[in-house]
């Protein structure tokens, strides 16, 4: 696994550049593990205090390597340092016994490694791009962060990358046609594999459990909506805050995200919610340990997603998991995850009216909520882990040699 430019052991949603697919990387990673497969994680050394080995468990290991200066580093920053990453991951499998039978990499950086490392290796590479520049620069003012110079080496880059690899795994079908538009690639080459959840981990637990969850998170009886994820404008929490101003029912937001100790966007989204007279009813409490989670959810009423785009929504599995409905802009795979009227409700334009519509319909019909939770849960079984590992084991044997599927297990 090649996870360039992000550990998956990076704390979640505290930076814009950690958030779903740090939770993929790591968990599929534990879950070819369990199976019996070897995999090591790649990812860049940020920091010079972290091992340069960790194990996720028996089967799998983290690996930093040092490239460029170890120290945070936002991923338009990276590309210089992707030839040198490339090439101390070729020192380090020098010393392998076992060697590398594929290689799966994660965004386009870690892509672009992977493309050297492939043709070294003679191996399949897989990849999943999580986000492409040429969709998510559509959602900011007309496509106009394409005009950036990373944005353009970006967009050239995943190009090459989707014409050169073996397979590039999509979360949804929405996905999929995109990129099948964007570049012209056979559905045959664009395996459907979403990301998972923990269902022994995220659950909706018991009426007592929810009851003491909601006592402590959010006590009293004001009706209470969540936010989890990165505080990236993407994720389009200014209009969630005036979609609340707007609200008839005087809901509380709880945003989990962000840094709330001198984080400057969480004091610029608190004087937002200032100005907008909301000030009081949202709080900021930070990124909270993913263990974490299943409380926030149980404790809210429901989930509210209000992004410009999401190539999956894994907050909104989560969320479902956990038996509370979501609430979602009808953008990009949340259809997908979210069934208007049956687990949640689905907002066909991004605007606060339409928001703050379909929230005080939710907090102000009881029965409509008990339905939505009832079926939440159910609506997001085929999300386990251990799914989403037999598609990926599935799609790894397809592409590996026969006689070296049977003599190693090493991905």
């Not at 892509?111 to 990849?127: E, F, I, M, N, Y």
């Not at 159910?378 to 799609?395: C, K, N």
Request: net charge neutral; aromatic share 6%; with cysteine.
């Amino acid at each position: 696994m090649l996870s360039l430019h992000t550990s998956p052991l990076a704390d979640l949603g505290r930076t814009r550049d950690a958030g779903g697919m740090n939770v993929y990387v790591r968990e599929l990673s534990r879950e070819l593990g369990r199976g019996g497969m070897c995999v090591d994680i790649f990812t860049r050394r940020s920091d010079l205090t972290s091992p340069p080995i960790q194990w996720l468990n028996e089967q799998v290991r983290l690996i930093t390597i040092p490239a460029g200066p170890a120290i945070p580093l936002p991923p338009g920053e990276l590309y210089p340092y992707v030839n040198d990453f490339a090439r101390r991951v070729a020192r380090f499998a020098e010393h392998s016994t076992d060697g590398y039978d594929l290689i799966h990499s994660h965004y386009w950086l870690s892509a672009a490694a992977g493309l050297s490392l492939a043709r070294q290796w003679d191996v399949p590479h897989v990849t999943m791009f999580h986000t492409v520049e040429r969709l998510k620069g559509r959602q900011y003012d007309g496509g106009a962060a394409a005009t950036d110079t990373a944005a353009c080496v970006r967009i050239v880059r995943e190009g090459r990358i989707a014409r050169a690899v073996d397979r590039i795994i999509v979360s949804t079908e929405h996905e999929r046609e995109q990129l099948q538009r964007l570049y012209g690639l056979p559905a045959a080459r664009l395996p459907i594999i979403p990301c998972g959840v923990d269902p022994h981990v995220f659950t909706p637990g018991t009426m007592e459990e929810r009851r003491a969850d909601r006592a402590a998170i959010a006590p009293g009886p004001t009706p209470t909506l969540l936010f989890v994820g990165r505080l990236d404008p993407i994720k389009g929490i200014e209009l969630l805050l005036e979609s609340v101003a707007r609200m008839r029912t005087p809901a509380r937001l709880i945003v989990v995200g962000g840094d709330p100790a001198g984080d400057p966007e969480v004091e610029r989204l608190r004087g937002r919610a200032a100005a907008l007279g909301i000030g009081a009813r949202v709080a900021f409490p930070g990124a909270v340990p993913q263990r974490e989670l299943p409380r926030y959810y149980r404790a809210a009423d429901a989930l509210v997603v209000t992004s410009r785009y999401e190539s999956f929504g894994l907050a909104a599995v989560e969320a479902l998991a956990c038996g509370t409905p979501v609430v979602a802009a009808r953008v990009g795979g949340l259809p997908s995850i979210v069934h208007d009227g049956e687990n949640g409700l689905l907002v066909y334009w991004r605007a606060p009216e339409a928001f703050a519509e379909r929230l005080d319909e939710l907090l102000g019909d009881d029965a409509l909520r008990a339905r939505l939770a009832l079926r939440a849960r159910p609506s997001v079984e085929h999300f386990a882990w251990q799914r989403i590992g037999d598609a990926v084991r599935t799609m790894y044997a397809d592409l590996a040699e026969p006689e070296r599927c049977a003599a190693c297990s090493c991905y």
